[in-house]
Structure formats: C-alpha cells, structure tokens
C-alpha cells in the first residue's frame, strides 16, 4: 500500500513505510503476486476475519493512506479473481467496504451493496457464487450506524409510515428486525441495524450451499461512521 501524493506531506514517514513494503513485495499492495486463473484463495475463514480486522485498525491509524497501483493491481487480476471475504454492505456513500477496511485491493472483496445490506435472490446468488465458485471463505453482513434504511423501518414500526415507490418492498426486508427490538432499552434504529444483520446473517447460513462449504464462515458487523471502527460479532 502506497501513500497518495496528495496526501504524502501529510504522513511522510508512513509514506516511506509503506512504500519500501511495497517495493519488497514487488510493488503490489499486500505482497500479493499475479494469480493464475481459477485459483482460490489460501486463506481460512478466520484468516481473512483477521485480515478485515488488521484493515479496519490501519483505516483508524493512518486514514490518508490510499492506493495508487491500480495500473500493477489491474493488470495482477485481469486472469481471474479470488476473493478473500464477501462483504453484503449498505449502499450508503459512507460505508464503502474496501475503503473502510484499509484500502484493500482489487480482487481482494466481493462486495454486494444495497440500501439496508439485505438479502434477496440476487444477493443471495452472489454470496453463493463467491462461496462456490470464487472459494471466498468469509462472509461478513456489514451493517453501519446512522442507516437510512433501518431507520425507514422503525418508522414503519413506530409510526405506521407509508413509503413511496419501490422503497416500502425494499425496507420491509428489515421490518421484522425493528419489530423484534421495538420497546427495547437502547436506539431503536441502532439495535435494529444490529437485529437486521444478525438475522441476515442467519439466513446465509441456513443456505445449503453455504452450509456445504464447511470451511466459510458468516458473520456481521457494525461500523460506526462517527468513529470509523467496525465491530464484529457471530
């Protein structure tokens, strides 16, 4: 991982840092070499779990770290992907999984976004794609204070809210969360992030495909947008 020009006065001896492990490694972030196409990643479940949590600490640390190779990392997976995590994250604009977890590479997530990191078909297809024919071994719902969508169901809950288009079926996928935890000591809208990504979470796991793979792991997680650390629970 490299240091962005822009913000290199900013952290000089980070930049000097990074950029010697970098050069060591063949200048690719991670020390990660070209892979042939097809092959899955070395990692376990509880390695990658690591590797997010190693990103998160680094994202914390040293926030104007960022990468510049993306010419090298384009050109080390243009002959296949092998993914290390599935990230099911919300589409909200300051929650992006490869950012927040250290600037990861290309190659390295398979994220699927959506308003409320629900699960639909769709969804559910791209996990089991990445489980089954990517060999990512980790799962992670990411859920994040501060959702939008979690805060449309509560409202549902609380206040019987009706929501206009296609936003009322997208959010009733989190209603259940809010009804469970409505009354509960706490934020509403916070425990029903946390409520939502559990029971998502759950619901992954109960997949058969999912639960075929014995060595993938499904958890979830919140990120706190205020603070910038994400805490993990399975």
Request: charged letters at 20%.
């Amino acid at each position: 991982m490299f240091a962005c020009e822009s913000c290199a006065g900013t952290s000089r001896r980070g930049f000097l840092r990074y950029a010697a492990a970098g050069l060591a490694a063949g200048a690719l972030p991670f020390g990660r070499a070209a892979r042939a196409a097809g092959d899955a990643t070395k990692l376990s479940a509880d390695d990658a779990l690591a590797k997010l949590k190693e990103g998160n600490a680094r994202y914390l640390k040293e926030p104007q770290l960022c990468q510049v190779n993306l010419t090298a990392a384009r050109a080390a997976n243009a002959s296949g992907q092998a993914p290390w995590a599935t990230i099911v994250a919300c589409s909200d604009s300051r929650a992006a999984p490869e950012i927040i977890f250290g600037g990861v590479d290309l190659g390295e997530l398979f994220v699927a976004r959506n308003a409320g990191n629900v699960v639909d078909v769709a969804v559910m297809g791209t996990i089991e794609y990445g489980a089954e024919h990517l060999g990512s071994p980790l799962i992670v719902v990411l859920g994040h204070s501060k959702c939008g969508a979690c805060a449309a169901a509560c409202d549902v809950v609380a206040k019987n809210a009706k929501l206009p288009g296609s936003i009322g079926p997208m959010v009733e996928a989190i209603v259940p969360a809010a009804r469970k935890v409505y009354g509960k000591a706490g934020d509403f809208i916070d425990n029903t992030v946390l409520e939502s990504a559990r029971m998502t979470a759950a619901k992954i796991a109960a997949s058969p495909l999912i639960a075929h793979h014995g060595g993938v792991k499904v958890v979830y997680a919140r990120y706190d947008i205020d603070t910038g650390v994400v805490d993990f629970f399975d």
